[in-house]
């Protein structure tokens, strides 16, 4: 059965199916228009379908569902909701839910059964005054089931009860290249049940957290506030994720939050982003206080793992939208390939070395290629590639080249030699060493592309004599004359056309201090 291309106005409910068995199966459910904005016209449900199995729901708009208050009775409100397996529920627009009162149902996209598929959904705008119950934007409850895709922000509770981006009970299941923005509560004295998180583990074993982005930047008033939760389960799979939580008040803080605190419990967590306005994490209780985590080395000894994550401020395009707008130093390129998840929530490839972390891959390069210390992974590289040195890399012996961007990770050097060129369109990022010889060249060519790491330049002149000078032309900024010339500051001068008229036709003299501009 197909219900598909129908607009519903002034109803209560939008689409309600019912089987009689699991027999029931092969609803689709397409490209529907349900909703109102008049608020005494609005439906208090979206798309409901009870007992049925292979169901898919693809391509619809709900746009104004609410429950008002003082409503008689207990009628069930929500966005999409499913009870049966294989279910498919992909590419809707859910958003301007209002839940003013009531103790019922509070979730924007409900799936209960396995082997469910939750996808490229956008849900914005919810929020539940109920004092007795919270608010999922999706809960999934069942067993292998996958979550990608999805857009999830502005949701919220006013009251002291819970409110999550996802939600997620069962076992096998996969979340991966979702985002998820400004979730809150106003928080209460049980984190478990009364505080805003981004993503929200009840229960299960062998769940796994791949590539996702969560921003937390609304206040709520107290309690706990984190972007990941982890209340119960084990053989957690945690890997290239962004957690951000930049509320500033109120709540106790933190990017992750786990109630576990066995670290066998966590097959993999490493290669994440956790950033915190007050703590990093919580392990175990946040009313003992020696369990909050204020930094990434304290986290990391707590879990035993997450020696490859990073606390860095990632640059959003906005608080709404969880791609990225610019190159941020320590940030790109710091995720792990895994294998299966080759693109990010846009569809573009991954890098197949080094991927970012979060949703969204952000590159100004087009192709990745490592040097390995013997030879390039993807072709020598180009003005297009972007490159990361894993070994130590010299032009005397491998040649001049031109790329995109360079990292040189850390313990690795690249040495340019006398009579040879790098020359790098964009950003130059130095974990280990890069030292120019006398004669090399190190040339970046946009004006606005930044370089991060210690990089010496070696200059060697013959011997001065009285009279003698010699000119500098590589720039420096923000560095003491000093370094020039070996500490010999009465032998430096600087050029100021100023101040031409002096007695020394505008040479000026540079004490050892002085800051170069």
Same mark, same amino acid.
């Given at each position: 059965?197909?219900?598909?291309? =129908?607009?519903?106005?002034?109803?209560?409910?939008?689409?309600?199916?019912?089987?009689?068995?699991?027999?029931? !199966?092969?609803?689709?459910?397409?490209? +529907?228009?349900?909703?109102?904005?008049?608020?005494?016209?609005?439906?208090?449900?979206? /798309?409901?379908?009870?007992?049925?199995?292979?169901?898919?729901?693809?391509?619809?708009?709900?746009?104004?569902?609410?429950?008002?208050?003082?409503?008689?009775? @207990?009628?069930?409100?929500?966005?999409?909701?499913?009870?049966?397996?294989?279910?498919? #529920?992909?590419? +809707?627009?859910?958003?301007?839910?209002?839940?003013?009162?009531? &103790?019922?149902?509070?979730?924007? /996209?409900?799936?209960?059964?396995?082997?469910?598929?939750? !996808?490229?959904?956008?849900?914005?705008?919810?929020?539940?005054?109920?004092?007795?119950?919270?608010? &999922?934007?999706?809960?999934v409850k069942g067993n292998n089931g996958t979550v990608n895709g999805?857009?999830?922000?502005?949701?919220?509770?006013?009251?002291?009860?819970?409110?999550?981006?996802?939600?997620? %009970?069962?076992?096998?299941?996969?979340?991966?290249?979702?985002? $998820? @923005?400004? $979730?809150?509560?106003?928080?209460?004295?049980?984190?478990? @049940?009364?505080?805003?998180?981004?993503?929200?583990?009840?229960? *299960?074993? *062998?769940?796994?957290?791949?590539?996702?982005?969560?921003?937390?930047?609304?206040?709520?008033?107290?309690?706990?506030?984190?972007?990941?939760?982890?209340?119960?389960?084990?053989?957690?799979?945690?890997?290239?994720?962004?957690?951000?939580?930049?509320?500033?008040?109120? !709540?106790?803080?933190?990017?992750?939050?786990?109630?576990?605190?066995?670290?066998?419990?966590?097959?993999?967590?490493d290669y994440n982003d956790y950033v915190s306005s007050q703590h990093?994490?919580?392990?175990?209780?946040?009313?003992?206080?020696?369990?909050?985590?204020?930094?990434?080395?304290?986290?990391?000894?707590?879990?035993?793992?997450?020696?490859?994550?990073?606390?860095?401020?990632?640059?959003?395009?906005?608080?709404?939208?969880?791609?990225?707008? !610019? %190159?941020?130093?320590?940030?790109?390129?710091?995720? $792990?390939?895994?294998?299966?998840?080759?693109?990010?929530?846009?569809?573009?490839?991954?890098?197949?070395?080094?991927?970012?972390?979060?949703?969204?891959?952000?590159?100004?390069?087009?192709?990745?290629?490592?040097?390995?210390?013997?030879?390039?992974?993807?072709?020598?590289?180009?003005?297009?590639?972007? #490159?990361?040195?894993?070994?130590?890399?010299?032009?005397?012996? +491998? *040649?001049?080249?031109?790329?995109?961007?360079?990292?040189?990770?850390?313990?690795?050097?690249?040495? /340019?030699?006398?009579?040879?060129?790098?020359? $790098?369109?964009?950003?130059?990022?130095? %974990?280990?060493?890069?030292?120019?010889?006398?004669?090399?060249?190190?040339?970046?060519? @946009?004006?606005?592309?930044?370089? &991060?790491? =210690?990089?010496?330049?070696?200059?060697?002149?013959?011997?001065?004599?009285?009279?003698?000078?010699?000119?500098?032309?590589?720039?420096?900024?923000?560095?003491?004359?000093?370094?020039?010339? &070996?500490?010999?500051?009465?032998?430096?001068?600087?050029?100021?056309?100023?101040?031409?008229?002096?007695?020394?036709?505008?040479?000026?003299? #540079?004490?050892?201090?002085?800051?170069?501009?």
């Amino acid at each position: 059965n197909t219900i598909e291309n =129908n607009q519903f106005v002034n109803v209560k409910q939008g689409i309600w199916v019912t089987g009689n068995s699991t027999a029931n !199966s092969g609803w689709e459910i397409r490209n +529907n228009t349900i909703g109102n904005s008049n608020n005494n016209s609005k439906p208090y449900y979206g /798309i409901y379908l009870n007992n049925t199995t292979n169901a898919t729901v693809t391509g619809n708009v709900l746009d104004g569902i609410r429950r008002p208050n003082g409503l008689g009775g @207990s009628p069930s409100f929500g966005g999409i909701y499913i009870f049966g397996a294989n279910a498919v #529920v992909t590419s +809707n627009t859910v958003k301007n839910l209002e839940n003013a009162t009531g &103790n019922d149902t509070n979730i924007v /996209i409900y799936v209960e059964g396995n082997t469910a598929v939750i !996808s490229d959904n956008n849900i914005e705008s919810a929020v539940t005054n109920s004092s007795s119950i919270g608010l &999922n934007a999706i809960h999934v409850k069942g067993n292998n089931g996958t979550v990608n895709g999805n857009e999830i922000y502005t949701i919220r509770a006013s009251d002291s009860k819970l409110a999550t981006g996802i939600y997620v %009970e069962g076992n096998s299941n996969t979340l991966y290249n979702n985002m $998820v @923005s400004n $979730v809150s509560s106003a928080g209460g004295g049980d984190p478990s @049940s009364q505080g805003g998180y981004g993503i929200y583990l009840k229960s *299960g074993t *062998g769940n796994r957290l791949y590539y996702n982005s969560v921003l937390l930047k609304t206040n709520q008033s107290t309690g706990a506030s984190a972007c990941l939760y982890i209340d119960a389960g084990a053989q957690f799979d945690i890997r290239n994720n962004v957690f951000v939580n930049q509320q500033t008040s109120g !709540s106790i803080r933190f990017a992750v939050y786990s109630n576990i605190t066995n670290q066998s419990s966590f097959t993999q967590i490493d290669y994440n982003d956790y950033v915190s306005s007050q703590h990093i994490g919580s392990w175990g209780s946040y009313y003992t206080t020696t369990n909050r985590r204020t930094s990434l080395a304290n986290w990391q000894t707590s879990t035993g793992k997450d020696q490859n994550s990073i606390s860095v401020t990632p640059d959003f395009v906005s608080d709404t939208d969880l791609r990225l707008e !610019s %190159e941020v130093t320590n940030f790109d390129n710091e995720g $792990v390939v895994l294998s299966g998840f080759s693109s990010d929530i846009d569809g573009q490839e991954r890098s197949t070395t080094t991927p970012d972390m979060g949703a969204d891959e952000f590159s100004r390069c087009s192709t990745t290629t490592a040097w390995s210390g013997t030879a390039w992974s993807n072709g020598t590289p180009t003005a297009t590639s972007s #490159v990361v040195l894993n070994g130590n890399y010299n032009t005397a012996t +491998n *040649g001049s080249f031109v790329c995109c961007e360079l990292r040189v990770k850390n313990n690795r050097t690249l040495t /340019i030699a006398p009579h040879t060129v790098v020359q $790098v369109e964009n950003g130059i990022d130095v %974990e280990g060493a890069l030292d120019i010889a006398d004669g090399g060249s190190l040339v970046q060519i @946009s004006d606005t592309a930044t370089h &991060n790491g =210690n990089i010496t330049v070696k200059r060697k002149t013959t011997p001065l004599k009285q009279y003698d000078y010699i000119y500098w032309s590589s720039p420096l900024k923000n560095q003491p004359a000093h370094v020039l010339v &070996n500490n010999a500051p009465t032998w430096t001068f600087k050029y100021d056309p100023m101040q031409s008229g002096n007695s020394d036709y505008g040479w000026v003299f #540079v004490n050892e201090n002085d800051i170069l501009v």
